[in-house]
């Protein structure tokens, strides 16, 4: 069973960063994109960043642009989104999942996830 195990998350001052990591098991990335989606509470989940497994495509909601990047280390099976100047809108809990598209990065269509790990902005 496909195994994705999302950290790094935690308490953080506004203007902060963090890098979440997120580490896929029994799984071959060929194929599939890997994406960061968050949930704030009472809100619906929604996509931050997807990433190609094959290529170095990548897409970025407009709201993490310029602040937020994800990269891919194949040898280690693992997913990184490295998050700055952050913002009290994007407390949420992180989670990552594997899909079949970086280019439509909507959780709607990703199969496999992680349990998530939460991410606090505040002072």
């Keep these: 069973q ?18 979440l990591s997120c580490v896929v098991s029994r799984f071959t990335f060929e194929g599939y994109a890997i994406g960061w989606f968050r949930q704030a509470p009472g809100k619906e989940r929604e996509a931050v960043s997807c990433i190609s497994s094959s290529t170095a495509n ?18 280690k099976n693992t997913i990184y989104l490295q998050m700055n100047s952050l913002n009290s809108d994007d407390t949420a809990v992180y989670y990552c999942a594997a899909g079949p598209s970086w280019q439509y990065c909507s959780p709607s269509i990703y199969d496999y996830w992680g349990q998530g790990t939460e991410v606090t902005v505040s002072s």
């Excluded at 642009?65 to 891919?72: A, C, E, L, Q, V």
């Design 58 to 75: 990548t897409y970025y909601a407009d709201s993490v642009k310029g602040r937020f990047t994800i990269s891919k280390d194949g040898a």
């Design 2 to 19: 496909v195994q994705l195990v999302e950290s790094g998350g935690g308490l953080v001052q506004p203007g902060g960063s963090l890098r």
